[in-house]
Nanobody, 115 residues
Framework: QVQLVESGGGLVQPGGSLTLSCAASGSVGSINIMGWYRQALGKQREMVAVITTSGTTNVADSVKGRFTISRDNPGNTVYLQMNSLKPEDTAVYYC?????????WGKGTLVTVSS
């Protein structure tokens, strides 16, 4: 089993920045994909950004140029640096780790962008 714990959410004004962190523990394999997904109220969950253990990334067009995903492999931690935040970025952000055909999810952290 893998456990994921997210942190860093909160309230921020439009144009502001936040950094989310997700620490994985338990049976974390040497090859996996970690990433961030988000779900706004009344909408489906969507991919924000993912990163492989080798550092290959995929970032959604809606956040490209504003959000950056990175990871610390020894620490099994993934980060999401979010800049130039917009009200439409308001959502619960979930961390996911995928390995051996199994997806593990964190409980989510709320990001609210509002003045």
């Amino acid at each position: 089993q893998v456990q994921l714990v997210e942190s860093g959410g909160g309230l921020v004004q439009p144009g502001g920045s936040l950094t989310l962190s997700c620490a994985a523990s338990g049976s974390v394999g040497s090859i996996n994909i970690m990433g961030w997904y988000r779900q706004a109220l009344g909408k489906q969950r969507e991919m924000v950004a993912v990163i492989t253990t080798s550092g290959t990334t995929n970032v959604a067009d809606s956040v490209k140029g504003r959000f950056t995903i990175s990871r610390d492999n020894p620490g099994n931690t993934v980060y999401l640096q979010m800049n130039s935040l917009k009200p439409e970025d308001t959502a619960v952000y979930y961390c996911k780790l995928a390995q051996y055909s199994t997806d593990y999810w964190g409980k989510g952290t709320l990001v609210t962008v509002s003045s």
